[in-house]
């Protein structure tokens, strides 16, 4: 059982950034996508960034891309989410995710097609 670990969220003002990050706990990633998610109060829970372990692809909503950094360590133990220029929309609880090694491509934004999550980390932006 791959048990992930959040931290680096907090309050910050408009503009500000924030650097996430995502340790596997006492092992390193398995996973072919690691990605973050993240859920404002009363909505549903949505794709920010993924990351495909072999190559280093990665993939961004709209709502994120040219702000937020997906990256990596070479050891392959930790994921990062570099958040930049934030804005209140950002406000959110933001979860890490990895799938079991075996999800495909089309599914990198699909919440349901992940094995394993972390607790979360909340991130305030304010206005």
């Known amino acids: 059982q791959v048990q992930l670990v959040e931290s680096g969220g907090g309050l910050v003002q408009v503009g500000g950034s924030l650097r996430l990050s995502c340790a596997a706990a006492?092992?390193?990633?398995?996973?072919?996508?690691t990605s973050w998610f993240r859920q404002a109060p009363g909505k549903e829970r949505e794709f920010v960034a993924g990351l495909r372990w072999s190559g280093g692809n990665t993939y961004y909503s709209d709502s994120v891309k040219g702000r937020f950094t997906i990256c990596r360590d070479n050891a392959k133990t930790t994921v990062f989410l570099q958040m930049n220029n934030l804005n209140p929309e950002d406000t959110a609880v933001y979860y890490c995710?990895?799938?079991?090694?075996?999800?495909?491509?089309?599914?990198?934004?699909?919440?349901?097609?992940?094995?394993?999550w972390g607790q979360g980390t909340q991130v305030t932006v304010s206005s």
């Open positions: 995710a990895a799938d079991t090694g075996r999800m495909i491509l089309s599914s990198v934004r699909l919440g349901g097609q992940y094995r394993h």
């Open positions: 006492g092992s390193t990633f398995s996973s072919r996508f």
